[in-house]
């Protein structure tokens, strides 16, 4: 569609630095990426911080002198742009931060395993069926059939996932429920997210039909929870999350 309308594709891998679709790097199929490191992202600055990039000389030339408010050579300006510059002491940090990412992501990935695993054995909870993850009636059916009452995330094996959350699918009108026990055990969770695009307040002057076609997410947003899942966790902590959750079923 892009290229029928020669318009630039941004591929937004804000939260997926590192993983990757059939090999190919998350913010690498589009003619720009961006990646954010906003602090509660994989790679998380101490405020905020973004990173845009492009396999195209002439793209990242344009993208750089839009960044210093479109002007080059200084105080010359063909275009209009804004002060898009990294602070720099973000960038101190990152670059720290940066050759450590690798360990970051093999921590999240060894607390997803063990999550998991370990989940998986208590009655009710299961992740959900690749095989059937591209049809909502097929997976109902087949979550069904299972008693199932929590659906763990599942990863294509096509795909590399980096865990930027960890979300739980609670079924049953049971997800508040199972929130307000956790954070009654002092255990952080939060829902990512609870009010999807087309239901936002700032879009209500759209027309219908282009709001339209959204039921599955907006049945989800009912049902996520995301509990913790940075690398630090240890394997203490997580036997804790395991447990409270043992506990609510
Ligand atoms: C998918 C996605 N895109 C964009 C953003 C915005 O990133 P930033 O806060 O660094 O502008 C976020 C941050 O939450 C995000 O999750």
């Known amino acids: 569609m892009a290229k029928e309308h020669g318009l630039k594709v941004v591929e937004d891998a804000a939260q997926s630095i590192g993983a990757k679709y059939k090999g190919r790097d998350s913010g690498t199929m589009g003619d720009f990426g961006i990646y954010s490191f906003f602090p509660s992202k994989n790679l998380g600055g101490f405020g905020d911080g973004g990173m845009l990039v492009t396999n195209d000389d002439a793209l990242a030339e344009y993208a750089r002198v839009l960044r210093v408010h479109g002007g080059k050579p200084k105080y010359?300006?063909?275009?209009?742009?804004?002060n898009f510059r990294m602070d720099t002491l973000q960038c101190a940090l990152l670059s720290v931060k940066v050759k450590r990412y690798a360990q970051y992501t093999a921590d999240r990935?060894?607390?997803?395993?063990?999550?998991?695993?370990?989940l998986s054995k208590l009655p009710g909870v299961m992740q959900a069926d690749p095989a059937h993850c591209k049809c909502v009636s097929t997976q109902d059916t087949w979550l069904a059939a299972q008693?199932?009452?929590?659906?763990?995330?599942?990863?294509?094996?096509?795909?590399?996932?980096?865990?930027?959350?960890?979300?739980?699918r609670v079924l049953d009108g049971k997800r508040d429920a199972l929130r307000d026990h956790l954070v009654a055990k002092k255990i952080g969770c939060d829902i990512y997210y609870p009010v999807t695009l087309d239901q936002q307040q700032c879009f209500a002057n759209l027309p219908a039909s282009s709001l339209s076609g959204c039921d599955v997410s907006h049945r989800v947003a009912g049902e996520v929870l995301s509990i913790p899942i940075y690398g630090e966790l240890n394997e203490a902590q997580r036997q804790e999350v395991i447990a409270a959750i043992a506990e609510w079923l």
């Open 76 to 82: 010359y300006h063909h275009h209009v742009g804004a």
């Open 147 to 168: 008693n199932a009452k929590i659906v763990l995330p599942v990863g294509y094996a096509h795909n590399d996932h980096i865990w930027n959350q960890f979300t739980l």
């Open 109 to 118: 990935q060894r607390n997803a395993a063990h999550y998991i695993a370990e």
